[in-house]
Nanobody
Framework: QVQLVESGGGLVQPGGSLRLSCAASGFHLDYYAIGWFRQAPGKEREGVSC????????YYADSVKGRFTISRDNAKNTVYLQMNSLKPEDTAVYHCARAGLGATHCEGVSEYDYWGQGTQVTVSS
């Protein structure tokens, strides 16, 4: 059974940091591109970052570039999202997702087929 479970969210002050984890089970994470998405209340879901499995290339939305870092630990079957210099506008539910159709590179992803339940990130003073 394929599962993705996010953790690491919470309440943090502006300028603070959090590290989100996306633990995969039921498949080998190193064979798939993995994406992070977020959705704030009343807003559309936004792609935040992606990491390829084929060459470990990474991609970031302009809104988080330079502040967020995506990484993977294949031995732990886990993808991480390190978030630094957090801003109130980063407040959202963050989800990780597996690339569908066996896509191994972020540029080749046409859909995501499995999603985690999400973890809440709140940036507020």
């Amino acid at each position: 059974q394929v599962q993705l479970v996010e953790s690491g969210g919470g309440l943090v002050q502006p300028g603070g940091s959090l590290r989100l984890s996306c633990a995969a089970s039921g498949f080998h994470l190193d064979y798939y591109a993995i994406g992070w998405f977020r959705q704030a209340p009343g807003k559309e879901r936004e792609g935040v970052s992606c990491i390829s499995s084929s060459d470990a290339s990474t991609y970031y939305a302009d809104s988080v570039k330079g502040r967020f870092t995506i990484s993977r630990d294949n031995a732990k079957n886990t993808v991480y999202l390190q978030m630094n210099s957090l801003k109130p506008e980063d407040t959202a539910v963050y989800h990780c997702a597996r690339a569908g159709l066996g896509a191994t590179h972020c540029e080749g992803v046409s859909e995501y087929d499995y999603w985690g339940q999400g973890t809440q990130v709140t940036v507020s003073s």
